[in-house]
């Protein structure tokens, strides 16, 4: 169980509001905001799978989607290091 941070950028006039999806499930989001991160602070394999970030303001709504897949650490206790992901909403 690693921790894996996800990071969205999106400019936008009015700023616009940022969330996190994974399937229809709002995991959180930030109304009036630039940046959003979601921390996954113990990932496993049931945590794999597509994370969207939807930025959406009174002018449209766009999105972009990251596929997380999830390797199981190293049994000789190897470990890993997290790792990030990130979304870049550009030209909102």
Do not use: I, K, M
């Not at 994974?22 to 009036?32: I, Y």
């Not at 996954?40 to 939807?54: F, I, K, N």
Request: aromatic residues 6%.
């Amino acid at each position: 169980g690693s921790e894996v941070e996800l990071s969205c950028e999106a400019e936008g006039h009015p700023p616009p509001l940022l969330s996190w999806f994974r399937g229809p499930a709002v995991l959180q989001e930030e109304p009036a905001a630039t940046a959003l991160r979601l921390v996954l602070p113990r990932v496993e394999p049931g945590d794999a799978g597509t994370y969207s970030c939807v930025a959406e303001n009174r002018h449209g709504r766009h999105n972009r989607s990251v596929e997380l897949h999830v390797a199981c650490e190293d049994p000789r206790g190897a470990g890993g290091s997290g790792g990030h992901a990130w979304v870049p909403l550009v030209g909102y």
